[in-house]
């Protein structure tokens, strides 16, 4: 579908308004015309009806009046249509019927006016209407006495000229004698006409005189006053249409500038430092006015969200960092969690050892108290063994002081990672704050730094628990070495008892008997001590998985960051299509 400009569509709709305006006038003049000219046609031929009816009225009443005032005689019935300018006259008396040329003779002739003075009755008539030598004619009786009176015939041709001279054009008038005989008509046939009556009184009969109002003659006056309007609208609007295109070009040019400047904002390109004229405080100056606002807020917040890149790019390098160094000591930490392990393993092979042999002394003890004979040779060899049990014991205490020092280091490390930690969550906290700024361009970046933020929060924790752990081992360890340091007091003294034992075999009984004893602390310390040692034996092994977690957590760390930096290169080149400076 083509697409239409909102101008053409602007234009289009003042066309169409022009054009329904020349439409509403044709048809409007149409009807409102054509009403007034039936309505004032109409009025005029009530009018004209009223006077023809006064005058054909007053002209009856004269002939009637001067019929009844002209009085002559028999000679002078001649004498009395010339004075009176009657068609004819006929003196009646006594009999006999007189006209203009004299008495009538014949009979039949002189009956018609005979029997019209009869009909008479001694009274004033006026007949009814007929046709005399084509012309419509009435006559008036007018009687002396009983047996005399004249009778006057007058000519209605000149009724018919009246009305003939008072019809106007559009109008017909008819005229009719109460017997509906035609005196006057004008009327054309195939006229679309509509007729208005008035009755005349003569002489107490009613005569009808209708007028016809002609309303083709009406369209046709109003259809030609409406093709004079219409071609006045015609012009008028090839006039307005112009004048309209090129107001609308003139108003249309501020909108062409918003758009434009629209346009180039939504594809990226924009000037922020650009703004549109404001020359008027209509509704186009208010979009304007509005649009110069909203590009000056875009651009501070696009300078902020550049100001707000630029910092997250230091913080994120410095983050990079940071989550290289911590990598690095965690595997420090790893290789040394490994030897200690292993270490630890060792010591618990030795305690195993330490526990056989206490074992073996304790039977030895039982031997050389059920063989005196043999109890200083066997007593040396105890001696032997308790020397090289207090040698192992002082080894064993060493490695274990070596190895609270190692967890003492270890306990260092972790702080310094939970410090890290938690730098890295204000990092990650200051990044979420900055991408909030950013507003929806910095939110793929707040979710990455959430995610730094958490994955912080998990080292931290990670790190109080490993320090957990490595307070029960030192305590543990402490445990150890106080039960050593027992041991290794028993061995001193058991060689001190040994040398007495040498020295005086009469009491070798009772230093059997404390042999045996001190074999079995021994044993009981060296059980103790190999459960102590599988206890920190499973705390290194836990620390060590937490360790590689924590190892995993970094590498994790490096990776946002990695992306981090993606996105906020990806943030920066969005903002710097625009031109903010």
């Known amino acids: 579908m083509k697409k239409v400009s909102f101008k053409t569509k602007l234009l289009a709709i003042v066309v169409a308004i022009i054009c329904v305006t020349i439409f509403t006038a044709y048809t409007s003049a149409n009807f409102y015309i054509s009403r007034y000219i039936h309505q004032n046609d109409s009025q005029v031929i009530r009018t004209q009806i009223d006077s023809i009816r006064s005058v054909v009225e007053g002209k009856l009443k004269d002939n009637i009046v001067l019929a009844q005032s ?17 068609k004819d006259a006929i003196k009646v008396a006594f009999g006999m019927t007189i006209n203009r040329d004299g008495a009538i003779k014949d009979p039949k002739e002189a009956q018609p006016y005979m029997d019209i003075f009869k009909q008479a009755n001694g009274e004033l008539t006026i007949s009814d209407v007929f046709i005399d030598d084509g012309k419509p004619t009435i006559t008036i009786t007018v009687p002396e006495n009983k047996d005399s009176g004249n009778i006057f015939y007058i000519d209605l041709s000149s009724v018919g000229d009246l009305l003939s001279s008072m019809s106007v054009d559009g109008s017909y008038l008819e005229l009719m004698d109460d017997k509906q005989t035609l005196i006057f008509s004008n009327e054309v046939e195939g006229h679309d006409l509509t007729p208005l009556t008035a009755k005349i009184n003569v002489a107490g009969k009613e005569w009808t005189l209708t007028g016809y109002i002609d309303n083709d003659y009406i369209q046709n006056d109003t259809d030609t006053l409406n093709g004079s309007i219409t071609i006045a609208l015609v012009i008028a609007a090839i006039i307005l249409i112009p004048i309209a295109i090129l107001l609308i070009n003139w108003v249309f040019k501020p909108i062409l ?17 650009h ?14 006015d509005g649009i110069n606002q909203f590009i000056e807020n875009l651009q501070n917040m696009m300078r902020q ?55 073996n002394t304790a039977s030895q003890t039982e031997a050389t108290n059920s063989e005196a004979e043999h109890s200083k040779e066997v007593v040396e060899r105890a001696v032997a063994q308790v020397g090289a049990l207090a040698e192992e014991v002082e080894e064993t205490a060493q490695f274990i002081a070596d190895m609270n020092t190692h967890t003492e280091e270890i306990g260092k490390l972790l702080g310094e990672i939970g410090g890290i930690a938690e730098q890295t969550n204000l990092l990650a906290l200051n ?35 490993i320090v957990k752990m490595l307070e029960r081992l030192k305590a543990g360890t402490a445990t150890v070495v106080s039960s050593m340091e027992s041991t290794r007091n028993s061995c001193r003294t058991t060689e001190e008892s040994t ?15 404390e042999i045996n004893d001190l074999s079995i602390q021994i044993a009981t310390s060296a059980e103790e001590q190999s459960s102590v ?49």
């Open 70 to 86: 002209t009085k002559f005689s028999f000679y002078e019935v001649k004498q009395a249509i010339e004075k009176t300018g009657f």
């Open 257 to 273: 500038l918003l758009r434009n400047l629209i346009g180039d904002l939504a594809n990226g390109n924009g000037d922020l430092t």
């Open 533 to 581: 040692t599988e206890d920190i034996n499973r705390s290194m092994v836990a620390i060590r998985e937490v360790m590689h977690t924590i190892n995993d957590n970094g590498d994790n760390t490096s990776e946002t960051t990695r992306r981090l930096i993606t996105i906020n290169q990806q943030l920066l080149e969005i903002v710097n299509e625009f031109k903010i400076e």
């Open 305 to 359: 969200v550049r100001e707000s890149t630029e910092t997250i790019s230091q913080e994120i390098a410095q983050l990079e960092q940071q989550t290289d160094s911590n990598s690095k000591l965690l595997q420090s930490h790893s290789q040394e969690i490994e030897l200690t392990v292993t270490a630890v393993n060792e010591m618990s092979s030795t305690a195993s050892v330490v526990a056989e042999n206490a074992a």
């Open 431 to 465: 990044a979420a704050i900055e991408a909030a700024r950013a507003g929806d361009q910095g939110r793929g970046f707040a979710v990455v730094a959430d995610e730094v933020r958490a994955l912080a929060s998990r080292t931290h924790r990670s790190t109080e628990d």
């Open 275 to 288: 703004r549109l004229k404001v020359d008027s405080k209509d509704e186009l100056g208010m979009i304007a």
């Open 499 to 513: 040398a007495v034992v040498v020295s005086s075999l009469d009491r070798v009984t009772s230093s059997v008997n």
